[in-house]
T-cell receptor, first 119, second 116 residues
Framework: DTEVTQTPKHLVMGMTNKKSLKCEQHMGHRAMYWYKQKAKKPPELMFVYSYEKLSINESVPSRFSPECPNSSLLNLHLHALQPEDSALYLC??????????????????FGPGTRLLVL | AQKITQTQPGMFVQEKEAVTLDCTYDTSDQSYGLFWYKQPSSGEMIFLIYQGSYDEQNATEGRYSLNFQKARKSANLVISASQLGDSAMYFCAMLEGDNQGGKLIFGQGTELSVKP
């Protein structure tokens, strides 16, 4: 089973709202990711969690706050977003570091995404 | 730094015919992995196929095969017997990773339309 779930599927929020995106996987993966994708563009990495610790932050504005409560869950807390933050937010997971193969052989499995509209 | 180039913004193919989607890459790493993902209009990124740089044979997964030419730094996706459900955006990607985490570097994508 290579399923990653994301909720909600769609989210509309005002610039003063606080909301959260949720991602869950039950594949025993130890690395989880948030990507942002604008229309007609490829996804861009935002954050990487490895063994529940933040390992990469791609200089994302502080209005995006990730959280990894446990190895199966990844949240993205949103506060004071701008209209330009409207995008598809994709969560992914992979087995995680360790082993001789290293990162280069990791396959990332994506969830269905959350379409966010900021008004 | 790694770079992925997809030069075909859009392509059309007749149903039941084969189609090749081009991908070239640039990396100074000796060990690397190349991936193809499919993204339908629903938005989900679906993993299709993986090719490791040291794999001696081209990867295949059902109707998908990867034409890997290491010297040319190309990793083209071949879809045989196209189906209407193959209409989607296709991304070629490479991992830029170290022990901290794997960042997928994507090409700009190719939008494939299958005609009945």
């Amino acid at each position: 089973d290579t399923e990653v779930t994301q909720t909600p599927k769609h989210l509309v929020m005002g610039m003063t709202n606080k909301k959260s995106l949720k991602c869950e996987q039950h594949m025993g993966h130890r690395a989880m990711y948030w990507y942002k994708q604008k229309a007609k563009k490829p996804p861009e990495l935002m954050f990487v969690y490895s063994y529940e610790k933040l390992s990469i932050n791609e200089s994302v504005p502080s209005r995006f706050s990730p959280e990894c409560p446990n190895s199966s869950l990844l949240n993205l807390h949103l506060h004071a977003l701008q209209p330009e933050d409207s995008a598809l937010y994709l969560c992914a997971s992979s087995q995680g570091p360790g082993g001789l193969a290293g990162w280069g052989t990791e396959t990332q499995y994506f969830g269905p995404g959350t379409r966010l509209l900021v008004l | 730094a790694q770079k992925i180039t997809q030069t075909q913004p859009g392509m059309f193919v007749q149903e039941k015919e084969a189609v090749t989607l081009d991908c070239t890459y640039d990396t100074s790493d000796q060990s690397y992995g190349l991936f193809w993902y499919k993204q339908p209009s629903s938005g989900e990124m679906i993993f299709l196929i993986y090719q490791g740089s040291y794999d001696e044979q081209n990867a295949t997964e059902g109707r998908y095969s990867l034409n890997f030419q290491k010297a040319r730094k190309s990793a083209n996706l071949v879809i045989s017997a196209s189906q209407l459900g193959d209409s989607a955006m296709y991304f070629c990607a490479m991992l830029e990773g170290d022990n901290q985490g794997g960042k997928l570097i994507f090409g700009q994508g190719t939008e494939l339309s299958v005609k009945p």
